[in-house]
């Protein structure tokens, strides 16, 4: 069998996204070769491998000292949660307002620390899940996320929302809402939705494209 050119393969697997490169790549020397090219990645991706994978690290990362920080902090409130709810009758008011405020601060950092966790968790949730969608239907995606939103912020900020919207207006819109619509379900389709954060808003695939730092490329 005559063995397929670099320039062709190239052709062909810029057509795939980033989770099929990595399959393709074992295939063989000559798949991989193309296959992990950052040319390849960067056409398919948007990044290359060394920088997607680089991305996946920094999130694990984040998440490793998320969650160190946030045992901390459960330390700390229980810690100023004894001190406040003990019941001390010599303890005057200062003493007691110092012992509220600790408290309330300890609760506010383990909060924080929670969320933040929450978060770290979620984008790497959405990091795994952009390697299934290719790079011209993420920024289209993105990008009709940005251009609906803009649209009813104008509209809002004209104050036409505030009065009957002429046709023109409501054309507008209802395009813009179709067109976003429609790529949203085409990135949803490509996404495993059982790995994927719960979703938290409408048009939750158009929203993860237009997450940081997915609405770009390099």
Known sequence: ME????????SIFQELDAKTLCVVSQVSKDFNAVADSDATWVSVHGFTRYRSLEILSELKVAISKFDEALSIAVEVEIAAGLVYFRRDTGRDADAEALARANFESA??????????????????????????????????????????????????????????????????????????????????????????????TFWWGAVCCARSPWATKM
């Open 3 to 10: 063995k397929l050119s670099g320039d062709l393969l190239f």
């Open 107 to 200: 609760h506010q950092i383990w909060k924080a620390t929670k969320l933040d966790l929450a978060k770290a968790t979620q984008d790497l949730s959405i990091a795994y899940q952009m390697l299934r969608v290719p790079v011209r239907l993420r920024l289209a995606a993105a990008s009709a996320n940005s251009d609906y939103y803009f649209t009813c912020r104008v509209y809002n900020a004209s104050g036409r929302f505030f009065r009957k919207l002429s046709q023109i207006e409501i054309c507008g819109v209802d395009a813009a809402r179709i067109h976003l619509t429609k790529l949203d379900r085409e990135v949803t389709s490509l996404m495993d939705l059982s790995e994927l954060a719960k979703a938290t």
